[in-house]
């Protein structure tokens, strides 16, 4: 029995049981998470609207979003949600936090140990779903770590720092020129305190981000991205690239995205401004 009434509401609302093993649980909690889209557009929104600018999603708003809206949040308030359920699982599970080129601490994710001394990684900011077991420390690139995921693929690599381990893309040799591996971001493996994690969240509220909508989440094993006006669609086997009016994005592109209209048109009208 889940002692935990948020995760059994969200496992509720996806019609999964919420009896059997905890390795059965988490599993379908990931998948379920899987279907939270990362998006600014609630972020946008509470700062626009609420007394507090630097209001910060709680677990509670992301999954009631979700349910009501069919939104989710950025990096951080996801990470928070799911280290709480991974938790109320009985795993050992805690924040990290990543670099990323234009800066440190700009990102975040999930540490989560699946057995003694058996750590992963669970990016829900970067779609990445499936606990992704950490490479062993040493600077070498035959000890790097390739995963398949719905969307593609990703390699981790070990650095020279045993609590750095770097994230690459795999491109497809079908819809790129070349599968060179592409660098994204450098996580910190060692689990942060509270106040270094949310310190790291309130500067997130002065990122350019703020300032143009962002939607990313894996539709029926295709990956679909929004920056600005700018829509990319891909999938193992084709990538597919448009420029949308914002009408269309609320008449088309919100369905398809199972995410409200009124919602996409909300963050719109205050990015407009």
Same mark, same amino acid.
């Given at each position: 029995?889940?002692?935990?009434?948020?995760?059994?509401?969200?496992?509720?609302?996806?019609?999964? *049981?919420? #009896?059997? %093993?905890?390795?059965?649980? &988490?599993? +379908?909690?990931?998948?379920?998470? =899987?279907? /939270?889209?990362?998006?600014?557009?609630?972020?946008?929104?509470?700062?626009?609207?609420?007394?507090?600018?630097?209001?910060?999603?709680?677990?509670?708003?992301?999954?009631?979003?979700?349910?009501?809206?069919?939104?989710?949040?950025?990096?951080? *308030?996801? #990470?928070? %949600?799911?280290?709480?359920? &991974?938790? +109320?699982?009985?795993?050992?599970? =805690?924040? /990290?936090?990543?670099?990323?080129?234009?800066?440190?601490?700009?990102?975040?994710?999930?540490?989560?140990?699946?057995?003694?001394?058996?750590?992963?990684?669970?990016?829900?900011?970067?779609?990445?779903?499936?606990?992704?077991?950490?490479?062993?420390?040493?600077?070498?690139?035959?000890?790097?770590?390739?995963? +398949?995921?719905?969307?593609?693929?990703?390699?981790?690599?070990?650095?020279?720092?045993?609590?750095?381990?770097?994230?690459?893309?795999?491109?497809?040799?079908?819809?790129?020129?070349?599968?060179?591996?592409?660098?994204?971001?450098?996580?910190?493996?060692?689990?942060?305190?509270?106040?270094?994690?949310?310190?790291?969240?309130?500067?997130?509220?002065?990122?350019?981000?703020?300032?143009?909508?962002?939607?990313?989440?894996?539709?029926?094993?295709?990956?679909?991205?929004?920056?600005?006006?700018?829509?990319?669609?891909?999938?193992?086997?084709?990538?597919?690239?448009?420029?949308?009016?914002?009408?269309?994005?609320?008449?088309?592109?919100?369905?398809?995205?199972?995410?409200?209209?009124?919602?996409?048109?909300?963050?719109?009208?205050?990015?407009?401004?």
């Amino acid at each position: 029995m889940l002692n935990d009434e948020l995760l059994a509401a969200f496992l509720h609302h996806l019609a999964v *049981p919420t #009896t059997g %093993t905890p390795e059965q649980l &988490l599993q +379908a909690t990931l998948r379920g998470f =899987a279907r /939270i889209p990362y998006e600014n557009l609630t972020k946008i929104i509470a700062h626009a609207e609420s007394s507090n600018n630097h209001h910060k999603q709680s677990p509670e708003e992301v999954i009631q979003g979700f349910i009501r809206d069919g939104t989710g949040g950025t990096c951080f *308030p996801l #990470t928070q %949600t799911l280290v709480r359920f &991974l938790k +109320a699982l009985g795993f050992e599970a =805690a924040p /990290i936090l990543a670099d990323r080129r234009y800066g440190s601490d700009t990102h975040c994710a999930v540490l989560v140990a699946l057995a003694p001394h058996s750590w992963h990684v669970i990016d829900p900011g970067y779609l990445i779903h499936t606990p992704c077991l950490l490479p062993k420390t040493a600077s070498s690139a035959d000890l790097a770590l390739r995963y +398949a995921l719905a969307h593609g693929a990703i390699e981790l690599r070990p650095t020279d720092t045993p609590e750095r381990v770097d994230l690459y893309t795999i491109p497809s040799a079908v819809t790129q020129h070349t599968t060179t591996p592409r660098y994204r971001l450098t996580y910190k493996t060692t689990p942060v305190d509270p106040e270094s994690f949310n310190r790291a969240w309130e500067r997130s509220f002065s990122w350019e981000m703020m300032t143009y909508p962002i939607v990313s989440a894996v539709i029926n094993d295709r990956h679909i991205y929004l920056q600005k006006k700018n829509l990319l669609v891909r999938s193992a086997s084709e990538s597919t690239r448009f420029t949308i009016t914002a009408d269309t994005l609320v008449s088309e592109f919100a369905p398809k995205l199972g995410i409200s209209a009124e919602v996409l048109r909300r963050a719109l009208s205050y990015t407009e401004k």
